[in-house]
């Protein structure tokens, strides 16, 4: 049996595949227990180097740098979806004078690394005597960063929407911002749900950069925790623990990446027009002649 696109391996195909299946898993788990031989090996699982982490402030100064990290995570995620909706409402006007500027503002804020704009903010600004605080550095980075990032996306969903949900709109009397807001907008940010989720998960990811202009976030935490000599500078024991924080934070929100998408598959429930004499409209030209008030008997007429 065969398809198109697609050939049904026979036997020897399905062995090779088999045997390459089974060579693949054997070299990765012969990779991950040399890692942890070697770590075993230089005495990274001593009691000594992990001995930090038994302590209940130790803990608190964890939890501290989870906080910074989430604090700044939820405004940095709010403001970049209105800087990003402002944006993409921008890029989408009919007037050249707005258009432009919008577009050489995004693409100028995408074309600046994260970190430099942090560093540009909380070194930078110092020099003209501007003073800037480590969280708002941090904060107004990743807003300007990943705002611009999610107004392409969302610009992209309304640009590859099909012309009659836009031309429909404009049928029954609605002004540009009013399909833009009540008919392009929901749809695009529905089929966009999953990317707009996955950018706010780099932007979770992004705030870890923080340590470099001393904002006290989990990642500048776990790199002092790791220098303490007294423990045996813990490095890796702390890289581990902090690096599980970030997997289970970055897998809460790709869970919520999962559940969205799964949810945007279904359609959505239309009723079902009834025939002729049920007081429903049968076609999308009676549908628009009742948005309008016009009787089923003139719909022919529009």
Same mark, same amino acid.
């Given at each position: 049996?065969?398809?198109?696109?697609y050939d049904?391996?026979?036997?020897?195909?399905?062995?090779r595949?088999?045997v390459?299946?089974v060579v693949t898993v054997?070299?990765?788990l012969?990779l991950i227990a040399?890692?942890i031989?070697r770590?075993?090996?230089?005495g990274q699982f001593?009691a000594?180097?992990?001995s930090?982490f038994s302590?209940?402030?130790?803990w608190?100064?964890i939890?501290?740098g989870?906080?910074?990290?989430?604090s700044?995570?939820l405004?940095?995620a709010?403001?970049a979806l209105?800087?990003?909706?402002?944006?993409?409402?921008?890029?989408? $006007?009919?007037h050249?004078?707005?258009?432009?500027?919008?577009?050489w =503002?995004?693409?100028? &804020?995408?074309? #600046?690394?994260?970190l %430099?704009?942090?560093m540009?903010m909380y070194y930078?600004?110092?020099?003209?005597g501007v003073?800037?605080?480590p969280y708002?550095?941090?904060?107004?980075?990743?807003?300007a960063?990943?705002g611009?990032?999610?107004?392409?996306?969302?610009r992209a969903?309304?640009?590859?929407?099909?012309?009659?949900?836009g031309?429909?709109?404009?049928?029954?009397g609605?002004r540009k911002?009013?399909?833009?807001?009540l008919v392009?907008l929901?749809q695009?940010?529905?089929?966009?749900?999953?990317v707009?989720?996955?950018q706010l998960?780099?932007?979770?990811k992004?705030t870890?950069?923080g340590f470099?202009?001393?904002?006290p976030?989990l990642?500048?935490v776990i790199?002092?925790?790791?220098n303490q000599?007294?423990y045996? $500078?813990?490095l890796?024991?702390?890289a581990?623990?902090?690096g599980s =924080?970030?997997?289970v &934070?970055?897998l #809460?929100?790709s869970? %919520?990446?999962?559940?969205?998408e799964?949810?945007?598959?279904r359609?959505?429930?239309v009723?079902?027009?009834?025939?002729p004499?049920t007081?429903?409209a049968?076609t999308?030209?009676?549908?628009?002649?009742v948005?309008?008030?016009v009787?089923k008997?003139?719909?022919t007429?529009l």
């Amino acid at each position: 049996m065969s398809s198109v696109l697609y050939d049904v391996p026979g036997p020897r195909a399905r062995l090779r595949n088999r045997v390459l299946g089974v060579v693949t898993v054997l070299v990765v788990l012969a990779l991950i227990a040399l890692t942890i031989w070697r770590l075993y090996a230089t005495g990274q699982f001593s009691a000594q180097k992990w001995s930090i982490f038994s302590y209940t402030r130790i803990w608190m100064l964890i939890l501290d740098g989870l906080w910074h990290t989430l604090s700044a995570f939820l405004v940095a995620a709010i403001g970049a979806l209105l800087l990003g909706f402002i944006l993409a409402v921008g890029r989408l $006007s009919d007037h050249a004078w707005v258009r432009v500027p919008v577009g050489w =503002i995004v693409e100028i &804020l995408r074309a #600046i690394p994260v970190l %430099i704009f942090m560093m540009l903010m909380y070194y930078g600004l110092p020099v003209v005597g501007v003073k800037v605080d480590p969280y708002v550095a941090v904060v107004v980075a990743l807003v300007a960063y990943n705002g611009s990032v999610l107004a392409e996306a969302i610009r992209a969903g309304v640009e590859s929407l099909p012309r009659g949900q836009g031309e429909a709109g404009y049928a029954i009397g609605l002004r540009k911002n009013g399909v833009l807001r009540l008919v392009l907008l929901p749809q695009a940010v529905r089929a966009m749900m999953p990317v707009i989720i996955s950018q706010l998960v780099v932007a979770l990811k992004d705030t870890a950069l923080g340590f470099i202009i001393t904002y006290p976030e989990l990642l500048y935490v776990i790199k002092l925790l790791g220098n303490q000599i007294t423990y045996g $500078s813990p490095l890796v024991p702390a890289a581990i623990v902090g690096g599980s =924080i970030y997997v289970v &934070l970055c897998l #809460i929100l790709s869970y %919520i990446a999962y559940r969205v998408e799964k949810s945007t598959r279904r359609s959505p429930k239309v009723r079902r027009p009834q025939g002729p004499g049920t007081g429903e409209a049968t076609t999308m030209t009676e549908f628009i002649a009742v948005q309008k008030g016009v009787g089923k008997g003139d719909a022919t007429s529009l």
